[in-house]
């Protein structure tokens, strides 16, 4: 069984569609797949019917957007009942403050020179959803800097003309959200947040008094260390221990579908928790 629990289609930031993203899984060898689109879970439907092709298990996951103390925080959520009213109606909160900050960040860079932002990201929206990663397409396509990537460092990170601070869900309603799904929390790439160690510890404290049992141990091809670091913590809390690509996009080879190293052995799988149970391909 290989498990990939974090992935991305056009839903939000990703670059393929949902069946394409389960189709490019089971290509790689991928067994159950988790779609876990920001601050949405609009993109299941359709990789439910692939995986249903494919003989693939997929699981209902979404990828929320948090504000802890000053850092900008991802939680997944894993198994989620999509229709449950209490995470819709969280989703719809967050993808407001989405459209609010993209409306700044296009007023922001309006008033660098760069015309049209908003329109322009939006146009690489394929369903309104407008993140950064929009913006930076539209920025590349005209021309201020050659890649995404770069695109990111000069203009969409902090203390850059296109950031605009952002007041994301809180965490425990977030957690909220996804526990009245049926979900479970897992936080998300932790070693990504730039926390030193005794903030970390406390923001795993905080996410487990809201109700939080897991954090991604293994997130696509992060270094040695970073996976030592945080197979510590998930044994030290207790936390079950999840693993993920963070897959968005086919050209950026360091984290493709189930490519990245295996969960260490003495980490629980969130796959064994009592409520992982993906949904049965029929192929
Ligand atoms: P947002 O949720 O709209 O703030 O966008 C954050 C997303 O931008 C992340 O989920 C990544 O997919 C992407 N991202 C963040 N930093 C970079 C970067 N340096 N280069 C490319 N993509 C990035
Ligand atoms: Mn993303
Ligand atoms: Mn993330
Ligand atoms: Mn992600």
């Known amino acids: 069984m290989i498990y990939d629990l974090h992935a991305h289609s056009v839903f939000s930031d990703g670059v393929l569609a949902p069946g394409d993203v389960v189709r490019r899984a089971r290509a790689h060898g991928v067994t159950t ?91 690489h929206s394929a369903n309104g959803i407008v993140t950064r990663r929009h913006f930076a397409q539209y920025l590349v396509e005209l021309g201020h800097a050659p890649t995404v990537r770069t695109v990111f460092a000069k203009f969409l990170r902090h203390g850059k003309p296109g950031y605009v601070k952002t007041q994301w869900a809180p965490l425990q309603e977030a957690v909220g959200w996804i526990s009245a799904a049926g979900g479970i929390a897992v936080i998300a790439h932790p070693q990504r947040y730039g926390m030193t160690a005794t903030r970390l510890r406390k923001l795993i404290q905080d996410f487990m008094e809201c109700g939080g049992e897991g954090l991604e141990v293994v997130s696509g091809a992060g270094a040695d260390d970073a996976v030592r670091s945080s197979a510590a913590l998930a044994e030290r809390f207790g936390l079950y221990g999840s693993v993920g690509s963070d897959f968005h996009d086919p050209e950026l080879g360091w984290n493709d579908l189930g490519k990245f190293a295996a969960l ?18 029929q192929a």
């Open 33 to 123: 797949l988790a779609l876990t689109d920001h601050d949405s879970t609009d993109g299941l439907s359709e990789a439910r019917s692939a995986a249903n092709q494919e003989g693939l298990r997929l699981v209902a996951g979404c990828e929320l957007s948090v504000s802890w103390d000053t850092h900008l925080i991802h939680i997944l959520g894993l198994n989620v009942d999509p229709d449950n009213v209490n995470l819709q109606n969280g989703l719809a909160t967050l993808r407001d403050i989405r459209t609010q900050r993209a409306e700044g960040m296009a007023r922001q860079l309006e008033k660098h020179g760069i015309p049209d932002a908003m329109q322009g990201a939006l146009r």
């Open 264 to 281: 260490p052995a003495n980490i629980q799988p969130v796959w064994t928790h009592s409520r992982f149970s993906p949904a049965q391909g």
